[in-house]
Structure formats: structure tokens, C-alpha cells
């Protein structure tokens, strides 16, 4: 699995408004300004990360999710998995390392009904 620029802001633009709500800020959603100055801190990053880690390949279980990449297989239970968010056009894996984007494209209806339910019973979908 590959994703591009424009996805992975679409990622960070839905979330961002989600993440300034949890810290008690009141935020609906990003203005004009807020997504220009996002595009340019985030596409540096989003280069960064694509040079890094490259495509990425996912294996998702009842016992966690598995990415294999560039730099390395990271495999994460469940237990490890500490929110699930359902976005625009993908999930947004919450670890306690960090986020991890995981574009809707990539799985089957059935894969995600299955994805969804091991997430639920794990309590952290959201």
C-alpha cells in the first residue's frame, strides 16, 4: 500500500479538529489559513516518512495489526492499540508511539465490518 500527499493531508486535516476537540479546544473544522500553514509543515514530513518508510504492507487480526515496511516490520496488538478513529477516507491507528494511517482503499466491506469488530472489542474504536 502506497499513499500520497494529498491523502495523508486529508488524514491530518480530518484529525486535526478531532485532537484540538480533546484538548478542550472548540474546533469544527480547519480554516483557510490553518490548512495552508498544515500543508506546509506537513509535506516536508509526509516526504520524510514516504523516503523512510516507503510502501507499506498490512496484515490486521483478532490478535493486532502488523505493518511490514522499508523500515521494518512493526507489529501492534491490540492491547497496544490505544484509540481507533474513522475518518474522511481512512483509520487513524492510535499508539502510544504515535499514529498510524490506514486509508479505507485498503480493505474489503468485509475487512472492515472484521477490522471494526476486533477494534470495538478491544474498546477503542471511536
Known amino acids: 500500500m502506497s499513499y500520497g500527499l ?3 493531508l486529508a488524514v491530518l486535516t480530518d484529525y486535526l479538529p478531532i485532537a484540538l476537540r480533546e484538548t478542550g479546544r472548540p474546533c469544527e473544522r480547519l ?7 498544515l500543508m506546509l ?4 514530513q509526509f516526504l520524510y ?15 493486532g495489526l502488523s505493518r511490514h515496511s522499508r523500515s521494518g516490520p512493526l507489529v501492534v496488538p491490540w492491547s497496544d492499540v490505544r484509540e481507533l ?3 474522511g477516507s481512512a ?9 498510524m494511517p490506514l486509508p479505507y482503499r485498503c480493505l474489503g466491506l468485509g475487512d472492515r465490518e472484521r477490522f471494526e469488530g476486533w477494534a ?3 474498546g477503542v474504536l471511536r
Open 6 to 8: 494529498r491523502e495523508y
Open 31 to 37: 480554516g483557510w489559513g490553518a490548512r495552508l500553514m
Open 41 to 44: 509543515v506537513a509535506t516536508p
Open 49 to 63: 516518512k514516504k523516503w523512510r518508510i516507503g510502501d507499506c504492507h498490512f496484515e490486521i487480526d483478532a490478535l
Open 85 to 87: 478513529h474513522r475518518l
Open 91 to 99: 483509520y487513524l491507528v492510535g499508539k502510544d508511539s504515535g499514529k
Open 120 to 122: 470495538a472489542a478491544a
